[in-house]
């Protein structure tokens, strides 16, 4: 058991609701290789514990009270790019999603996700890998397609 200890990732949640953070944390608890490192209700508070615990992964909520989860995003991946950030969230909108992957997050999640998917969300993340669910991957890719070029090609 000791090489499971060593490849351990420790997990920082962030989201303004104490119900959400109990259920994550229980979670995280059950899960093999994976440890609660701490859990914060907003921005300000996520980035001071980033400092102090030095998570593996941070599991950020968008909107929260304070300093939203974009700008902890931002500030974080220039204070501590090692730190991997999953974005999970209930909302669905791909601006939101564009701005945080463009902030640096390695994922993107909404809180209707199986147990599974964010277990293997959390473990790519931690390997510097960026896992995005199929349809998510789908919206990216539409968001950031280049238009077709206009005038002289076309006949």
């Known amino acids: 058991m000791d090489s499971a200890t060593e490849t351990t990732i420790r997990v920082l949640v962030v989201d303004d609701h104490l119900i959400v953070r109990e259920g994550l944390s229980l979670i995280l608890e059950t ?3 994976i440890e609660l490192a701490g859990e914060a209700a907003d921005g300000a508070a996520a980035l001071q514990l980033c400092r ?3 998570p593996d992964v941070v599991l950020m909520d968008l909107r929260m009270p304070g300093m939203d989860g974009l700008t902890a ?4 991946a220039a204070a501590q790019p090692e730190i991997a ?3 999970l969230t209930t909302y669905d909108e791909d601006d939101l999603m ?4 463009q902030a640096g997050a390695r994922g993107y999640l909404l809180k209707d996700t199986s147990r599974a998917a ?4 959390i473990r790519a993340a931690a390997r510097g890998q960026t896992l995005l669910s ?10 950031t397609a280049a238009p077709a070029p206009a005038g002289p090609l076309a006949r």
């Open 85 to 87: 950030v999953i974005i």
């Open 134 to 143: 199929p349809a998510i991957m789908q919206r990216v890719l539409a968001h």
């Open 73 to 76: 995003i931002r500030r974080l």
């Open 52 to 54: 102090e615990l030095q």
């Open 98 to 101: 564009m701005q945080g992957l």
């Open 31 to 33: 899960a093999e290789g």
């Open 118 to 121: 964010l277990l293997d969300a």
